[in-house]
């Protein structure tokens, strides 16, 4: 279909890109407050109804993407889906595993050292806005989980794969990136404003992964496992250190 094609955005292009670039920052910022308001009441079942909304809306904006490239002739290696060698490809997955490293050795601290706990709940004890958005039970977790599994693949789909693309038609790759990496870390701001400069890094460095591999499953893979391990860490700070652990 000549109106898909891969080198010039179509109507539905615009539409999606409307959703992305003008929908969801709006959203955002008119339900800011409300949101953080209903959080923080505690009320039972507010954080189930608020990580459903979130996984409903990551599928709801990655899923037009899919099923558009599905019923085009555009090649899914433009969203970055193809897999590159060479040395600068591997570079990136060589970032990617480093980062999941560093994860690795934070929740190992957290696990064995109960100084590291109780200074990581203090981190999260000056960010009311996150420590109330934060699971506090079991069932809370597991769906965290599987929010922290659909932004990996959704977040990576529409803002490294589909944004970059769609905008690096009319400005340079890195330009491209920058601008989705603004509205990237703008669609956080419900996890607080100081939290935004740790997430601006966060996604710039998936970016980097993503422009070095030149491929979206490093970028996919890396963003799952800090989600999902970050989960793991905060849940394990909150949590007393066993006995046996205790007297190391």
């Not at 039970?137 to 693309?165: C, K, P, Q």
């Not at 009319?170 to 100081?194: D, E, I, K, R, S």
């Not at 996919?220 to 250190?241: E, G, M, S, Y």
């Amino acid at each position: 279909m000549p109106f898909l094609s891969a080198d010039s955005l179509s109507l539905v292009d615009i539409a999606i890109l409307a959703v992305i670039l003008i929908g969801l920052p709006l959203e955002t910022l008119i339900h800011l407050k409300k949101g953080r308001l209903e959080l923080a009441s505690g009320k039972p079942g507010v954080r189930i109804k608020h990580y459903t909304q979130t996984i409903l809306l990551l599928w709801g904006i990655s899923l037009p993407v899919i099923v558009l490239w599905a019923s085009s002739d555009r090649a899914w290696g433009l969203l970055g889906f193809d897999l590159q060698s060479g040395p600068i490809a591997w570079t990136g997955w060589g970032l990617a595993a480093l980062m999941c490293l560093f994860f690795v050795f934070q929740y190992s601290t957290i696990a064995r050292s109960e100084s590291a706990r109780e200074s990581f709940r203090n981190g999260l004890e000056k960010n009311r806005i996150m420590s109330n958005f934060l699971p506090h039970t079991d069932a809370e977790r597991r769906l965290f989980n599987v929010m922290g599994v659909s932004a990996g693949i959704a977040e990576e789909i529409v803002f490294r794969g589909y944004l970059i693309w769609a905008v690096a038609l009319f400005m340079p790759v890195w330009g491209a990136a920058l601008a989705a990496l603004a509205v990237f870390t703008l669609l956080h701001l419900y996890q607080g404003a100081n939290q935004l400069p740790a997430i601006f890094m966060m996604g710039a460095l998936v970016t980097l992964v993503f422009l070095l591999s030149g491929s979206i499953w490093p970028a996919i893979a890396v963003h799952i496992f800090v989600d999902v391990i970050n989960n793991q860490t905060i849940w394990k700070a909150r949590q007393p250190l066993p006995p046996s652990l205790q007297s190391a």
